[in-house]
């Protein structure tokens, strides 16, 4: 485990731009190919299931988003929790090849019950790549301003896919069947492969925790819930999940249900909020150089909660075109500096574990509110849906401003009391004792391993949970 500061570090002279960092700027090409890739194969799924059940397409893309979130929610802490166990860049590698052998293996579905399997164990990999892949910018992209702007960057790709790649794949599908769209999202994670291949990545610190393979497992979530601001992100993410669960769900049935408008306007509606995303992971990172994130982010809720309440309204067209772009400024608010406050709460050994907490903790927050928005607008209508989602992220706005504390320093003061223990460690500000009259292991690294005493001792530093600091100081 490591007990070093976490945070990246200020460097003046370094470049704010992470594109002129060469590791990152192939990281980032790795994402935004893979990224389009998988748009490509969405489109490709849609008319798959078509050809498959027809009119009934509907019904099982939901399934198959459904079995997506699952193993989003329940795989994704299981790799966070071992991933230290593994060499980063072989791991991450063996993630993209696996994902683009299962996307070679779509176009030869035929039944229902495979496009489930396959989107199930597909999202499995991608569970174990998107969270391990978060962790491992902050070790390349030390400066804490550049750090930002790689994250307004990761957002704006979220971003621009979700736009551009129904338009891609029109254009592509001019000159193929949709069988080649899966190809190419193959393709695309086999570049995606390559492109790590060629990343220098540091060396992740090596962890040694003290518990066994379930706690290894569970570590990330419950250091998740033990530290305030965590906690307080959460409660914004609940609010995440409730707006565009509205955006993402109920879109079509209110312009093409209730405004009785062409399908042509659903995209209309959605290219909006993606552009009020866009314009904020664009403009953010000057903003997060003066501003802490807490206030951004509490922000963001109350302007989410604004957008949707706004919908209760029945805006025309015209009038839902600049609500959508309302919510979408919200969503991106924020989400875009939410790997920030991550990354600040984790020792550099265990961000696997913290993001990934993270990544399942926030698609289980989506798994629910996809639900409750589609069942909301089926039985009481948008409009009566609007203000009860609106209500809610008001709240976990509210919960959020008393989950994370105002004054949430970095560095706090806090007391140990005396302990025995066995694990490898470094000599440093948690391990001062000699070692005569003992037997010690020497490992690589630097590490070492005996049984050792910790004193009773008061001090400060950058405080995070790990297994030398398992509550939060009073």
């Known amino acids: 485990m490591s007990i070093s500061s976490n945070h990246a570090q200020v460097v003046p002279d370094a470049p704010l731009n992470p594109l002129r960092n060469r590791e990152f700027a192939r990281l980032f090409a790795a994402q935004v190919i893979a990224l389009v890739g998988t748009g490509l194969a969405t489109v490709a799924l849609t008319l798959l299931a078509y050809d498959l059940v027809g009119g009934n397409a509907a019904a099982v893309l939901g399934t198959a988003l459904a079995c997506k979130m699952v193993a989003y929610v329940f795989f994704a802490p299981v790799v966070g929790g071992l991933a230290h166990r593994f060499a980063r860049k072989p791991f991450l590698i063996g993630m993209d090849i696996a994902r683009a052998m299962i996307v070679l293996a779509m176009p030869f579905v035929t039944e229902v019950w495979q496009i489930y399997v396959l989107i ?33 960057m990761s957002r704006l790709a979220y971003d621009l896919e979700s736009l551009l790649s129904p338009t891609l794949a029109g254009i592509a599908l001019l000159f193929m069947t949709y069988t080649g769209l899966f190809v190419s999202n193959s393709v695309a994670f086999l570049i995606s492969a390559a492109l790590i291949a060629l990343t220098a990545l540091p060396r992740g610190q090596r962890v040694a925790r003290l518990g066994n393979v379930w706690q290894d497992i569970s570590f990330g979530t419950i250091a998740y819930f033990k530290t305030p601001r965590l906690r307080g ?15 993402i769900v109920n879109t079509v049935i209110y312009v093409k249900d209730v405004l009785g408008l062409a399908s042509s306007d659903v995209a209309i509606a959605l290219a909006a909020a993606g552009g009020g995303s866009m314009l904020v992971a664009l403009s953010l990172p000057r903003v997060l150089d003066r501003v802490p994130d807490r206030p951004v982010m509490l922000a963001g809720g109350g302007i989410m909660a604004a957008g949707v309440g706004l919908i209760a309204t029945g805006p025309s067209f015209s009038q839902m075109l600049p609500i959508w772009f309302l919510i979408g400024v919200g969503l991106s608010l924020v989400q875009t500096p939410a790997g920030k406050v991550v990354n600040r709460s984790a020792a550099a050994a265990d ?26 607008a089926t039985r009481l209508g948008v409009e009566p849906t609007a203000v009860s989602l609106a209500a809610g992220i008001v709240l976990f706005t509210l919960s ?16 140990h009391d005396p302990i025995a223990h066995d694990h490898p460690h470094r000599h440093g500000e948690h391990h001062q004792h000699t070692h005569t009259g003992i037997e010690v292991e020497e490992l690589e690294d630097g590490l070492h391993r005996h049984r050792h005493q910790h004193a009773s001792i008061r001090h400060r530093h950058a405080f995070v949970i790990d297994d030398h600091h398992v509550g939060w100081p009073a």
Request: charged share 10%.
């Open 400 to 415: 959020a401003a008393v989950l994370w504390p105002h004054n949430d320093p970095l560095d706090l003061e806090h007391e």
């Open 233 to 247: 992100l959460l409660a914004l993410y609940l609010g995440v999940a409730s707006a565009s669960a509205m955006v």
């Open 120 to 152: 199930f164990v597909l999202n499995l990999f991608s569970a174990g790549f998107k969270p391990v892949f978060a962790a491992t910018i902050p070790d390349i992209i030390t400066n804490e301003r550049s750090y930002t702007r790689a994250l307004s």
């Open 351 to 376: 961000r696997s574990a913290f993001f990934s907490a993270q990544f399942a903790l926030s698609h289980a927050c989506w798994l629910v509110f996809y639900l409750v928005a589609g069942q909301l």
